[in-house]
């Protein structure tokens, strides 16, 4: 539609040129509330910082002061699954940006980008570091369990499971092991340790009772998981069937020959006179 002007004496008119001045509202740079939107977070080893991801973006806020930092800025791609390196320098975090999940790590402050796979081909879940962040632990849609060796660049498979995703995994403190359950044939789901020192698999616990969420403890004398195998039925009082109640609890593994129970009785004796 056009605006026009008429000369009544010369019955002529012509076009009204309008020009409107935007003060661009809906393209300026502005602080978006992103609370209803963070699906994954980690706090930095040494709290003072945490990392998110929120409407595709890994961004890193203040415990208290400073700023609030977008380290991937790209809003055309979905960048996600942050995880912090122990020595707090890097964030680890999987994008979409090449059209496949591949593996990213970006500097703390944002100033520098490597990425880490190329070889994506389906969905990638999320990555744990070793202790000493020479390597990057994560899992896929194709039920496969890999590490990446950080300063080679290379992606090396562990395992590959026929049945389900391989996304239960612990590393030991001394970055030698990565403990993970994995399902059994028989629906079960046992207890796995991959040794670097050797490349081998070893299965641990025997797949009679459903055994997950491996973690190793802090000085790697135990390996702490979830089993249900407390089977108490109780019977229903109104269709008279049976049913098992609270069968999950927590357990641990003695991981060294020489190391003692931590449950085992303890009994005070007499001392015989000489």
Not at 39 to 50: L, V
Not at 233 to 262: G, M, Q
Request: charged share 30%.
């Amino acid at each position: 539609r056009y605006v026009y002007v008429l000369d009544l004496p010369s019955e002529e008119h012509h076009k009204v040129s309008v020009q409107l001045t935007s003060d661009y509202h809906t393209v300026r740079t502005e602080f978006v509330k992103v609370s209803d939107n963070i699906h994954d977070y980690e706090i930095s080893p040494d709290g003072k910082r945490a990392v998110f991801s929120a409407r595709g973006e890994v961004i890193t806020v203040p415990e208290k002061e400073g700023n609030t930092r977008n380290l991937t800025n790209s809003s055309g791609s979905h960048n996600k699954l942050p995880a912090w390196s122990p020595d707090g320098k890097w964030i680890a975090y999987i994008s979409d940006e090449t059209g496949e999940d591949e593996l990213y790590m970006v500097s703390q402050d944002g100033s520098e980008r490597v990425g880490l796979t190329t070889d994506g081909n389906c969905r990638r879940f999320g990555m744990k570091w070793s202790p000493n962040g020479k390597k990057l632990a994560f899992s896929d849609k194709n039920l496969k369990l890999y590490f990446i060796d950080i300063d080679k660049k290379e992606t090396v498979q562990i395992d590959r499971s026929d049945y389900t995703e391989l996304r239960d995994f612990s590393w030991s403190p001394d970055s030698r092991y990565l403990a993970y359950s994995k399902r059994l044939a028989n629906g079960i789901h046992a207890l796995f340790v991959y040794s670097f020192n050797d490349d081998r698999t070893r299965q641990i616990t025997p797949g009679y009772t459903n055994d997950f969420s491996p973690v190793f403890d802090p000085d790697g004398k135990y390996l702490y998981f979830l089993s249900e195998r407390n089977f108490n039925p109780i019977l229903s009082r109104y269709d008279f069937e049976f049913v098992n109640n609270a069968i999950t609890n927590l357990y641990l593994i003695i991981l060294s020959a020489d190391e003692k129970s931590p449950f085992a009785p303890e009994s005070d004796e007499a001392e015989i006179a000489e």
